[in-house]
Nanobody, 121 residues
Framework: VQLVESGGGLVQPGEFLRLSCEAS????????MVWYRQAPGKQRELVAQ???????NYADSVKGRFTISRDNAKKMVWLQMNSLKSEDTAVYYC????????????????WGQGTQVTVSS
């Protein structure tokens, strides 16, 4: 299963970006869809996740500013990031877990290549 992210870029503080992640491959079902980020010199951290039942969870640092959403039919997840701050600067990674169709059903746990988000004046 391959994941491709898009939507990163350079913005000023207070502006917004919308990240997208699309999955492809022989996918039977996708359970959790998660956005992580990793800033230079820091560990990768969970930003937001959404379950197959549309339950969401956010890092405290982004609550009220970021919104995660998904479309199961399109096999996509988005991260709407508003009121961006310099501390949001990082490479953002998409992660999906679920079942793929390979001689029956097999678990998959796939990552995207990452997209750079830079917030700077």
């Amino acid at each position: 299963v391959q994941l491709v992210e898009s939507g990163g870029g350079l913005v000023q503080p207070g502006e917004f970006l919308r990240l997208s992640c699309e999955a492809s491959g022989s996918i039977f079902s996708i359970n959790a869809m998660v956005w992580y980020r990793q800033a230079p010199g820091k560990q990768r951290e969970l930003v937001a996740q959404i379950t197959s039942g549309d339950s969401t969870n956010y890092a405290d640092s982004v609550k009220g500013r970021f919104t995660i959403s998904r479309d199961n039919a399109k096999k996509m997840v988005w991260l709407q990031m508003n009121s961006l701050k310099s501390e949001d600067t990082a490479v953002y990674y998409c992660n999906m877990k679920g079942k793929r169709k390979v001689w029956g059903l097999r678990d998959f746990d796939s990552w995207g290549q990452g997209t750079q988000v830079t917030v700077s004046s």
